[in-house]
C-alpha cells in the first residue's frame, strides 16, 4: 500500500473552555466530518479536561475524543484510569487517552515534568489497571474493584526517546516534532524503532500528526492569526534538549532561549510574552514552515499532501481561534472535502 493509498484523518483540539460552547464545538465538528476532538488538560489555563470529555460524549455520536494529554505528575494513575474508562461507558469504542510527561499543568503548579521512565510507569500502572483491576505504582499496590472497560493509550512525543518508548508500549501516538518530510521520516524510524522493541510495526499504531492550522485569502495572515501557537511550537521543540530534533545547529541556541524564557502564565495568550518572545528571536518563518499547515485552501492542501507523501496520514489540529466553528467549517469546505 503506498502513502496515497492510506486514507486521510483529520482531527481538531479545542482548549476547553465553558461548558455550553464547547458543546456547539463539539457537535460541530463531527458535523463537518472531523474524526477526532482532542482535550487538552491543564487545569490553571482551562476548563477541566475530563469534564469537557463527559460534554463531548453527550453532544456528539461518531467522533472519538478524549484527554490530549494528561499526566504522571498531576493525575494519579488509579484517577485516570477510573475517570477514562468511566467515559467509556458513556461512549462506548470512541474514547482515547493522551499522556504526556508534563507540560503547562505541571509548571504552572511550580512542578516540573515526568521522566521518561515514570511516564513508562505511569502508562504501564493504567493499562493494567484498565485490563486487570489491579496493578502496582511507585511500589504501592493500587486498584479498581469495578470492571473497567479498556481504552487505547496514545502517548504525545517530540523527541526521539519519547517517540521510541511510544513506539514500544502506546496504542498511538500523538506526534509534535513538525511536518515537513525530514520531521516525518525522522519520527517514523524512531517509532519503528521503539516498536520494534516489541515485536510491533508502526502499522500497528495509530499515529496522529499534531499541526496548527489556519486558512486565509494570504498565507500572511494566517500565520498571523497562528502566532501564539507557533510559541508553544517552539516551546516543545527546546523541551529538555534539542538533540535529534532536526533542528538546524544555528537555531538550537536560539531555543534554548526559548526555553528559558518561556512563561507558561502566558501559554497560548494573544499577543502575549511569548509571541512578542519568537518574534524578537527571529523563529516565526522557521516555525511556520516547519509546524503548520497554514495559508490558503491551496497551500493547505499542498502541504497535507507533501506530509502524506512523507508518511503521515492522520492530521490533529489545534483550534485556539475564538471563532473555532468558523475555522472548521472552512477547513472542512475548503481543505478537506477535495482530500478525503
Known amino acids: 500500500m503506498t502513502s496515497h493509498d492510506v486514507p486521510l484523518k483529520f482531527g481538531v483540539a479545542f482548549l476547553p473552555g465553558p461548558p455550553a460552547e464547547f458543546s456547539s464545538w463539539c457537535r460541530e465538528a463531527e458535523a463537518l466530518g472531523f474524526d477526532l476532538v482532542g482535550i487538552p488538560d491543564s487545569q490553571s489555563i482551562y476548563r477541566e479536561t475530563i469534564v469537557s470529555s463527559t460534554l463531548a460524549a453527550e453532544h456528539t455520536e461518531r467522533v472519538r475524543f478524549g484527554p490530549m494529554v494528561t499526566n ?15 467515559l467509556a461507558e458513556l461512549a462506548p469504542g470512541r474514547v482515547v487517552l493522551g499522556i504526556g510527561t508534563g507540560d503547562s499543568a505541571v509548571h504552572n503548579l511550580g512542578l516540573g ?10 502508562v504501564t500502572t493504567i493499562r493494567q489497571l484498565l485490563r486487570q483491576g489491579e496493578a502496582e505504582y511507585q511500589g504501592a499496590p493500587v486498584r479498581i474493584t469495578w470492571k473497567p472497560p479498556y481504552v487505547p493509550i496514545y502517548i504525545a512525543a517530540t523527541g526521539p526517546r519519547t517517540m521510541e ?7 498511538g501516538i500523538i506526534i509534535l516534532n513538525g511536518l515537513l518530510s525530514e ?25 496522529w500528526w499534531w499541526a496548527y492550522a489556519a486558512v486565509a485569502d494570504l498565507r500572511a495572515d494566517a500565520i498571523e492569526s497562528l502566532m501564539m501557537s ?13 538533540k535529534g530534533k532536526q533542528i538546524p545547529p544555528e537555531l538550537e541556541p ?5 526555553m528559558g524564557r518561556y512563561r507558561f502564565d502566558q501559554h497560548q495568550v494573544p499577543g502575549g510574552a511569548n509571541v512578542q518572545l519568537i518574534q524578537e528571536l527571529g523563529l516565526v518563518d522557521y516555525l511556520a514552515e516547519r509546524m503548520t499547515l497554514s495559508g490558503t485552501p491551496d497551500d493547505c492542501k499542498a502541504q497535507v499532501i507533501r506530509a502524506q507523501q512523507a508518511g503521515a496520514h492522520q492530521f490533529c489540529m489545534l483550534v485556539p481561534y475564538a471563532d473555532k466553528i468558523g475555522f472548521m467549517r472552512r477547513w472542512s469546505d475548503g481543505v478537506m472535502a477535495s482530500l478525503v
Not at 520531521?183 to 499515529?207: F, K, M
Request: net charge negative; hydrophobic share 45%; no cysteine.
Open 230 to 242: 507557533l510559541t508553544s511550537g517552539a516551546k516543545h521543540l527546546a523541551r529538555v534538549t534539542t
Open 72 to 86: 504522571p505528575i498531576t493525575r494519579h494513575p488509579a484517577v485516570t484510569a477510573s475517570a477514562i474508562a468511566t
Open 254 to 258: 536560539t531555543f534554548h532561549e526559548v
Open 113 to 122: 515534568p515526568a521522566k521518561l521512565a515514570g511516564l513508562r510507569e505511569y
Open 183 to 207: 520531521n516525518i521520516e525522522a519520527a517514523l524510524t524512531h517509532i519503528g524503532a521503539g516498536a520494534a522493541r516489541a515485536g510491533r510495526q508502526v502499522d500497528d499504531l495509530d499515529l
Open 165 to 171: 518508548l511510544a513506539g514500544e508500549i502506546a496504542d
